[in-house]
């Protein structure tokens, strides 16, 4: 096979968010910057909002924005969010990440 796969740092920021989503305690994600708050409001949410991607030399780094149920462990979740978003990037995409970080930036009731 003479051909080659990239993977964008938008769709990796997409399967991330859907992967946050599922993780039982997370509410949705929060906007991570002003720009990315103003298109929520302007109705133009998608699921890559409150996920930022860069690079930590040849590594990708996750950043997740989120927000929490009220009454969970906020570190259980962090923790499960981690370790989720690390394998599904890894199976699913074949890139190692460097970092996940999970800031809650919010607490909700549901």
Known sequence: MN???????????????????????VVGMAPSNLKEGLSRVLGR?????????SRDGAKYVADLYVVV????????????????????VKTQAGIDLGAARVHAVGVQRV
């Open 69 to 88: 149920a009220y009454g969970v462990s906020i570190p259980t979740v962090a923790r499960n969010i981690v370790e989720r978003v690390e394998h599904t």
């Open 45 to 53: 949410a998608n699921v890559s909002d409150g996920v930022v991607i």
């Open 3 to 25: 051909g080659s796969i990239q993977i964008t740092e938008a769709a990796l920021a997409s399967l991330i968010g859907l992967t946050a989503h599922e993780i039982p305690g």
